[in-house]
């Protein structure tokens, strides 16, 4: 059984990287915890340094199951509070297949009154994938199986818009503007083109509840078309006491239930955890899927830490 499940993983994680279509999105359970990973123009909605780290193993009980880390970093410009700059670095492995996406990102906030802000987010990602081909078992001599594949280093843009009021925000993002493909004649290579069709789009949105002065309830949705995929909606609600301690729980209509854990350490320091149960017949061979995720905040010296949860 351990070597049909790995036959399995191999097999689609060669598929996808030799049949050309290399649009896979990584996806995060916690998307509404730190928002610049699927959102550049969210980054306006936050007037200090601030970051995350995250790690994913999803489906463990697999092997070469997808395997995700990724590093972000945002920085306001200036003394306007208008310009923002931010970093990602994302590793996404499926099998023998890695994907590393780097992206530089930039965002424009715009004061629509004394407490919203609309802003507008654009982000250069250079992605460099690569396959070892070398390690995958065959049952005869297949030359295309003898060496790992070169990197291919394959451009691409995204572009999100944002609105955040005082306790609700919706935004929008188009994770890849341009096409990337891989081919394959007497060697691999990359190429990338413009297909209107082939674009991705994610809309997004949450509100926060203030029960009481010890306790609030925090909603956020988030809805995914994905060229070649069907239609995909994640609705989670999460209980925020004394804004340090979040418990919630989440729904993804491809058929997972996750439960959500947020705790803030201190005014600069929060973790995140999540745990996905897929409820189709993966779960028989499955125990479901980790992901946890840290999220500091950096503050000037004259401005006070705020002690609130800033994300939804």
Not at 17 to 39: E, G, R
Not at 81 to 91: A, H, I, S, Y
Not at 163 to 183: F, Q, R
Not at 267 to 278: F, I, K, Q, R, V
Request: no cysteine; proline share 4%; aromatic share 14%.
């Amino acid at each position: 059984m351990k070597n049909l499940k790995r036959t399995v993983i191999l097999a689609a994680g060669l598929f996808i990287a030799s049949s050309a279509q290399s649009q896979n999105q990584f996806h995060l359970t916690q998307y509404m915890v730190h928002q610049p990973f699927i959102n550049p123009a969210s980054m306006g909605m936050f007037d200090n340094m601030n970051g995350s780290i995250f790690y994913k193993n999803q489906w463990t009980g697999f092997d070469g199951a997808p395997k995700l880390i990724g590093f972000n970093f945002n920085t306001p410009l200036g003394t306007g509070m208008k310009n923002r700059v931010g970093l990602t670095v994302v590793n996404d492995r499926i099998g023998v297949n890695s994907v590393t996406s780097i992206s530089g990102s930039y965002a424009y906030s715009i004061k629509t009154g004394t407490s919203s802000t609309l802003s507008f987010g654009l982000a250069a990602t250079l992605g460099l994938r690569q396959s070892d081909f070398a390690d995958v078992s065959t049952t005869i001599v297949d030359p295309e199986f003898q060496a790992n594949t070169p990197t291919l280093a394959m451009p691409n843009f995204k572009f999100g818009a944002f609105y955040k009021a005082k306790n609700w925000y919706v935004g929008m993002s188009l994770p890849n503007m341009l096409k990337n493909t891989i081919e394959y004649t007497n060697e691999f290579s990359g190429a990338t083109s413009f297909d209107l069709s082939d674009w991705h789009f994610y809309l997004h949105g949450g509100y926060s509840w203030a029960i009481n002065e010890n306790l609030d309830l925090n909603s956020s949705t988030i809805f995914k078309h994905v060229s070649g995929a069907p239609f995909q909606v994640d609705i989670s609600t999460m209980m925020v006491i004394k804004k340090k301690f979040g418990i919630g729980v989440n729904y993804r209509t491809s058929k997972d239930i996750s439960g959500l854990l947020r705790f803030r350490l201190n005014p600069m320091l929060e973790m995140a955890y999540a745990y996905d149960y897929n409820i189709s017949d993966i779960n028989k061979f499955s125990s479901g899927s980790h992901e946890i995720m840290i999220i500091f905040d950096i503050y000037n010296k004259d401005k006070k830490p705020d002690q609130a949860m800033p994300r939804y």
